[in-house]
């Protein structure tokens, strides 16, 4: 049977499951998202039919958004540290006619040249793209106060005797997620369909609350690091690593796999006024959860037995520290005191090295391990345990 004889209704539904967002994107497992369109797009070339059946459809599912921006990079930024996927990129972007948001950004007293970055993204991205964009202002404060914002809508699938429209449910979907984007220095909408004004205040509105305070942030990353103690004490480790998930967001560090992103640092970077904070510097506290939730992460990933991805983020954090003191990453101190730090979050880091030391132990490689092991043992002097293993791993003298 051919698919022109099928009834309309079954037709409308077969169109519905190729042409889906979800049919036509993949995720890598570092969890980069690429969209393959080209695939399915050969559906409107069958014959006239059936592309006017299937286009419709295709524009009801799906909707796209051209960004304009005066940054070179802004795509490579946008795709790789973002992890917004990127439907057509910069190469081809400008042929790009089936969108339905223009979003262009002006940045005349920055001193760049205009138009010279477009890309487009699904409207089912456009929240991590303006997400992005938020991270970029909380890590470059004074920067958004020099940008302009031009927003355009349109109908791709107006004919040229139709009025053009967009639905209000739709207009909320593509200009409220830009709510998180502040303190731009003008708004407008541009274009031949009308931006609903309940939508653009509600745009407006969210745009004019203010950031989460850092001690906000401090407050939510701290509880839910207990949380993640508590679950990982009852034996929940699934739930653990969630929590500790939610505390890097919570603290603008977003954690995917083994890669992890810092944003905000010049956020956190000023005298805390709230309590339990209150006097203390916000970068230290956040440094400090930082080196917490790394030990206790460490320490879930042992109990789990992922002992690979315990000695990964171990050793991320010990290379930093290495690298701190002016030694290379994988470069260990002559004797174990010069490579301590003491002065700060010392028992938390000692069992970083501790527990680092374990998971090179499970993998078989006492000789990291007895490095470490040594260095823990500056840090934790009086800890039982960490005599004992370092006992344990001596090299034996026949």
Not at 213 to 241: H, V
Not at 334 to 359: L, W
Not at 360 to 372: I, V
């Amino acid at each position: 049977m051919e698919l022109l004889d099928l009834p309309a209704e079954i037709r409308n539904h077969i169109y519905s499951l190729l042409l889906e967002p979800s049919a036509n994107r993949t995720t890598t497992q570092d969890k980069h998202t690429y969209y393959h369109f080209s695939q399915i797009l050969g559906l409107f070339s069958v014959n006239k039919q059936v592309r006017a059946e299937a286009l419709p459809i295709f524009h009801s599912l799906n909707q796209f958004i051209v960004i304009d921006t005066p940054w070179a990079d802004a795509e490579t930024h946008v795709h790789i540290e973002g992890q917004v996927p990127v439907v057509v990129p910069g190469g081809r972007a400008a042929e790009f006619t089936t969108w339905t948001l223009l979003a262009r950004i002006h940045a005349p007293d920055v001193g760049l040249i205009e138009g010279v970055q477009k890309f487009v993204l699904h409207i089912d991205d456009l929240p991590a793209f303006c997400n992005t964009w938020r991270y970029s202002d909380l890590s470059h404060p004074g920067l958004n106060p020099l940008l302009y914002l031009e927003l355009e809508l349109r109908d791709p699938s107006a004919k040229s005797w139709d009025e053009p429209r967009i639905p209000k449910a739709l207009q909320q979907r593509l200009l409220l997620p830009f709510g998180i984007v502040k303190e731009l220095r003008s708004v407008k909408f541009t274009g031949d369909v009308t931006a609903v004004k309940s939508v653009v205040d509600e745009m407006k509105k969210r745009m004019a609350e203010p950031h989460e305070s850092p001690e906000s942030c401090l407050r939510r990353a701290t509880a839910m690091k207990d949380a993640g103690n508590t679950a990982l004490r009852e034996k929940k480790y699934d739930d653990a690593l969630e929590c500790y998930r939610k505390a890097w967001l919570a603290m603008h560090i977003v954690v995917n796999g083994r890669k992890r992103h810092i944003h905000g640092d010049m956020w956190f970077n000023r005298e805390l006024k709230e309590e339990p904070f209150k006097g203390m510097q916000g970068h230290t506290v956040r440094l400090a959860l930082r080196v917490k939730l790394v030990a206790n992460t460490v320490q879930l990933y042992l109990l789990m037995e992922r002992f690979e991805d315990a000695q990964y983020w171990g050793m991320r954090t010990i290379g930093m520290i290495r690298s701190a003191i002016g030694l290379g990453e994988n470069e260990e101190a002559e004797r174990p005191e010069d490579e301590a730090i003491r002065n700060f979050m010392s028992d938390d880091v000692g069992k970083i090295y501790f527990r680092t030391a374990m998971a090179w132990k499970a993998l078989n490689d006492m000789y990291e391990a007895r490095k470490l092991l040594k260095v823990a043992q500056v840090y934790l002097p009086n800890d039982r345990r960490v005599r004992e293993e370092v006992t344990a791993s001596a090299p034996r003298v026949l």
